[in-house]
């Protein structure tokens, strides 16, 4: 065990210090540490986006950053999403459009969704579709979880995470 | 998968990370973004023993007019070259390029410094580079020097900077109403090229290869070719010619030694149309 880090995260609007090894990465610290496993853990090497997280607002892969890089910041999950019983506007959409079918890939795919419409506000189908090119679903499609994110970002003053 | 234990240390500075990279020499690796270190030391290809985490060099992310070049901080995230508008009205190659690294997630923590010192033969930016005939800046204990493009990229991974050396800034010369195109092949769009081509065009022609090679490589039978006045079809016949291509799941070398021809004739004609 190398020398242990203290970091300060800021997870889903609550404030947390603990002392990690400095290869622990983001996914486990918010899986394993914090017990929130909404955030998936699908391929391991940067390409699925299952575990994706935003970070300061940007989505990013989780499983790879290190906790220790994320010090100081803000993460939010896939449970800091909705305000108390109101789901956000993209996990409406999900739902509304059936934007999934087993699912796993779902908490990532709201995420990339979330970051993406914060930077493109009113996108085009096909920006869509590039937008979400780190997230594979390999059950269902794209098709509704397209739909979905075009429907969310009509949604009118959809908070932005 | 996790990575083999290191110590983490974190640099305030760029002399900070040189003093900490003297100290610890071929056992440390910098951390900026962490996009091609972390996947390795994940698979365990890598195991620095010593993390310098240079992540939170602010001052080393911006992008600069410098005159006749413009000046890309070595820690400037793709995401941000790709919307920089300095760079889409003068380099608009590297900025268009960028936008096509891995995916957004990776494009906002990959950085430009990153990816050109790891020197990937597989990755975008450093081809484009090449292309550009751009100038990197390197610091080190005996203070800051140039590398042209041309000398940096020494093998597979390796490239010209010393252990005891930091990449701070990347220069790419302004070459106005240049004609360019980036041409990525791959069958996933998230995926490296499978080949890619590089290509700017304005009197003189800059042509580099992607995944064609153990680095980056400047076509230069492809650039000679085009200063003799061959047409585009013409001077991408030469495209394969001193490429040493891998051979692996996604293509044969000799599968990449055809498609390197269809691209780079595709690159010169948008560039052309463009110019």
């Not at chain 1, 203290?6 to 990690?20: A, E, P, Y």
């Not at chain 1, 299952?50 to 892969?61: I, P, Q, R």
């Not at chain 1, 506000?121 to 509704?144: I, W």
């Not at chain 2, 650039?223 to 006045?229: D, F, I, K, R, V």
Request: proline share 5%; glycine share 12%.
């Amino acid at each position: 065990m190398m020398t242990a880090v203290r970091i300060t995260l800021t997870v889903n609007g609550t404030r947390h210090d603990d002392d990690v090894e400095p290869r622990l990465l983001l996914v486990h610290y918010l899986r394993e540490t914090r017990g929130l496993t909404g955030t998936n853990v699908g391929c391991d090497t940067t390409s699925c986006g299952a575990c994706t997280v935003l970070l300061d607002g940007e989505s990013v892969k989780s499983c790879t950053v290190l906790a220790v890089q994320a010090d100081g910041g803000e993460v939010t999950t896939i449970e800091g999403l909705a305000s108390g019983d109101a789901m956000h506007p993209v996990q409406e959409a999900f739902r509304e459009h059936h934007g999934l079918q087993c699912g796993y890939c779902t908490p990532g795919m709201v995420m990339a969704a979330v970051s993406f419409l914060a930077e493109h506000p009113d996108p085009s189908e096909d920006e869509v579709r590039h937008g979400l090119e780190g997230n594979l679903c390999r059950c269902t499609g794209y098709h509704n979880i397209v739909k979905a994110v075009m429907a969310a970002a009509k949604t009118p003053a959809a908070p932005r995470a | 998968m996790i990575p083999s234990a290191f110590d983490y240390v974190r640099a305030a500075s760029v002399d900070e990370a040189l003093a900490q990279l003297a100290e610890h020499g071929d056992e440390a690796k910098l951390l900026a973004g962490g996009h091609s270190l972390l996947p390795l030391m994940k698979l365990r290809l890598a195991a620095p023993t010593v993390l310098i985490d240079i992540g939170r060099l602010r001052d080393l992310s911006y992008v600069r007019d410098g005159g006749n070049h413009v000046a890309v901080g070595a820690l400037t995230r793709h995401r941000d070259v790709e919307i920089s508008d300095l760079l889409r009205a003068e380099v608009p190659l590297l900025a268009h390029t960028a936008g096509l690294v891995g995916d957004p997630q990776v494009r906002h923590r990959g950085t430009i410094g990153g990816s050109v010192a790891h020197g990937d033969p597989a990755s975008d930016l450093p081809a484009v580079v090449l292309a550009l005939g751009g100038t990197l800046v390197a610091r080190g204990p005996g203070g800051e020097r140039e590398i042209a493009a041309g000398e940096f990229f020494h093998g597979f991974l390796e490239t010209a900077l010393a252990p005891d050396e930091m990449l701070t800034e990347i220069r790419l010369p302004k070459r106005p109403g240049a004609g360019w195109s980036y041409q990525k092949f791959n069958r996933r769009a998230q995926d490296w090229a499978i080949v890619g081509v590089a290509a700017v065009r304005n009197g003189g022609a800059g042509v580099a290869l992607v995944n064609m090679g153990s680095t980056p490589l400047r076509a230069t039978a492809v650039e000679q070719a085009l200063a003799s006045g061959a047409s585009p079809a013409d001077a991408a016949a030469h495209a394969a010619e001193g490429t040493e291509p891998p051979d692996d799941l996604n293509g044969s070398a000799d599968y990449r030694r055809h498609l390197v021809q269809v691209l780079v004739r595709r690159a010169l004609e948008e560039a052309g149309a463009r110019g």
